[in-house]
């Protein structure tokens, strides 16, 4: 099998049992969803305050890499030549200051101690500083809008032992969009992995594995004032 689906059924987190599981699985370089384990209102609710954060304030030049930021940030990336992977997307980082992002951090928590407890990584471990030594997470939204957002095939580093990519989808395909979205290759074959997933699942695969996103109901024109297309959140660890 090379993708494994998971139903948690409002649990909150991964049960002690499936842990050592799972565990393999992801590294055997096997696609990982876990099903009904989030809450779709809050995902609902975080996508439209992000489309309005985004509406209201001008987007930013430079995305800081910073662990901790007081302000949160927005910026478009519209096949920016320096970056690595082509893209087009609306990248979205919110601050732990901002009102309008707490069913965010609540969500993301919840996310990184389901990520944490597949990596075995204690909140200890974390960085309490940007000047600190230890992990960080950055969470981040990523919106790719109907009419051609994308993200080119790459693969990304692996980190240590701790690595693992995390995604959580906060529109679903046939609703949001019709086409296109996230495709991973698992032994020569690319996986529709969007078809998958519904409001409440998370993906969880190897960084090492050549993924990509295919583009998003493609046309001539990108309509990037719409809140209609693919949206996710992703929550990567780094160092
Ligand atoms: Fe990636």
Known sequence: MDIITLEISNKKKIPKKYLKKLQVSLKKKQVVIL??????????????????????????????????????????????????????????????NDKN?????????????????????????????????????RPTIKHYPIGGGYMSKHTDKVLGKHSI??????????KDYKSGGLKVKIKKNWHDIDAKLSLGSIVLHRPDLEHKVDKVNRSKKTLWGSISGKWSLISNLDI
């Open 35 to 96: 099903k009904n384990i989030l809450d779709p209102l809050k995902l609902k609710e975080i996508k439209n305050k992000t489309f309005e954060f985004g509406k209201k304030n001008k987007p930013n030049k430079k995305m800081s890499n910073f662990a901790f930021i007081k302000k949160s940030l927005h910026r478009i990336d519209d096949e920016h030549p320096q970056m690595r992977v082509k893209c087009v997307n609306h990248v979205f980082r919110p601050s732990r």
């Open 101 to 137: 992002f707490k069913s965010f951090f609540e969500i993301t928590d919840q996310i990184d101690e389901i990520r944490n407890s597949l990596l075995k990584i204690k909140k200890k471990e974390y960085r309490k500083s940007n000047n600190g030594k230890g992990y960080i997470s």
């Open 165 to 174: 990519q995390v995604i959580t989808p906060l529109s679903e395909k046939f």
